[in-house]
């Protein structure tokens, strides 16, 4: 069965520091993967997706960039944290059978920026 | 441009009353739809999709769904409410030609013993 990880799962950082977050997944091959980032009482706001390795697509322009390394492993990054990047990570995996896609999420990493 | 509305933000049932909560779309084609929960803290678990075919869905934990597209709804709903069910659920759309998916904003949910 597949499953995905994210670590670390809490992160206190000062503002101006770097950010580096991973998720990974297993059980299975070439997945979509995505990053959401959910402030408080809100909804979740679609950050990067990826569909293969080096392949990304940023859906909002921010301090923040994403890689994928490998096939199964999807990085957020950021040289200098700002206050509001505070809020809870979310990675999410997803693969296409035929035109049906189904995303499945990660436990989710918070990060508070001081 | 696709969009998912949830009316409520919070709603509050007694332990063991019915729940429906609210979902209404706006896509030109036929949708993906979703429903997931999320617990305090933690990731969003899928409770139950629709793609084609019945229009009434079965989930998880004895959820279940209805697809309207007369109302451009997706309301989930459970005959008996759990104390274990509170959380938070949010309604998701996609579409056959994008990766994507579009979330409502979320409608938490108490219950009280």
């Known amino acids: 069965s597949q499953t995905i990880h994210q670590w670390p799962a809490t992160l206190v950082q000062p503002v101006g520091s770097p950010l580096s977050l991973e998720c990974t997944v297993e059980?299975?091959?070439?997945?979509?993967l995505y990053w959401y980032r959910q402030a408080a009482g809100r909804g979740l706001q679609l950050l990067f997706y990826?569909?293969?390795?080096?392949?990304i697509s940023s859906e909002v322009p921010q301090n923040l960039s994403a890689s994928r390394p490998q096939d199964r492993q999807f990085i957020l990054s950021s040289k200098k944290l700002l206050l509001s990047d505070s809020g809870f990570y979310l990675c999410?995996?997803?693969?296409?059978?035929?035109?049906?896609?189904?995303?499945?999420f990660g436990p989710g990493t918070r990060l508070l920026v001081l | 441009a696709q969009s998912v509305t949830q009316p409520d933000i919070h709603i509050t049932v007694s332990e063991g009353a019915s729940l429906e909560l609210r979902c209404n779309y706006s896509?030109?084609?036929?949708?993906?739809l979703f429903w997931y929960v999320q617990s305090p803290g933690q990731g969003l678990q899928l409770l139950l999709k629709?793609?084609?075919?019945?229009?009434l869905v079965q989930g998880i934990k004895g959820f279940e769904a209805e697809f309207k597209r007369s109302q451009s709804s997706f309301n989930l709903r459970k005959p008996s409410v759990h104390w274990s069910d509170a959380a938070e659920y949010f309604c998701?759309?996609?579409?056959?030609?994008?990766?994507?998916?579009?979330f409502g904003t979320g409608t938490r949910l108490q219950v009280f013993p």
């Open positions: 999410a995996w997803s693969v296409k059978t035929g035109s049906q896609e189904t995303q499945y």
């Open positions: 998701a759309v996609g579409a056959f030609n994008t990766d994507k998916l579009i």
């Open positions: 059980g299975t091959s070439n997945p979509n």
């Open positions: 896509y030109g084609a036929t949708p993906y």
């Open positions: 990826s569909v293969g390795i080096g392949q």
């Open positions: 629709y793609f084609s075919g019945d229009t």
